[in-house]
């Protein structure tokens, strides 16, 4: 797979802010189910330079992350990433989340990368320990008008 990675431009941040739906219980991560979220990535200010695109060889959007450093704890970063819904089901998770560890190991100085991920996302959770990530935590976090439980999960990269 030939992806690459680029800042999020604010056409491809409204495909996915406006265009991408998830089928089922994954349309908890419609970006249109939170409505801070939504404007977080619909503008340049609040997305500031944290957002990523990763494009394929036809430069089609095919995922977002996005990475922010803790102020709390040296070298550590948060990530939310999203694959987009036509590729999701397919098995490309690990490579996809590979692919962007890759590109943040190279870009960024990072010791470790904390995620957090619903509770009833068993199927991000085993691609995430798959590569590494180990839960830490299970814990209550607002977003989509209400409170959900979530687990935090952290990957070292030292050593």
Known sequence: MAWQVAQLTQENAL???????YDGKYAFYDMT???????EIISPVLRKDHYYQVLNENKTLVGVFAIEPIDTEKDTYELG???APRLTGQGL???FLDFILDDIQKNFSVSTIILDVAEFNVRAQKVYQKLGFKAVRRHSQKTNCSTYPFIEMRRDFRN
Do not use: C, S, T
């Not at 495909?15 to 739906?21: E, G, K, M, S, T």
């Not at 189910?33 to 404007?39: F, G, K, L, R, S």
């Open 15 to 21: 495909i996915v802010a406006n265009d991408w739906h």
């Open 33 to 39: 189910a939170d409505p801070e979220d939504y404007q």
């Open 81 to 83: 990433l999203g694959l």
């Open 93 to 95: 998770g690990q490579n």
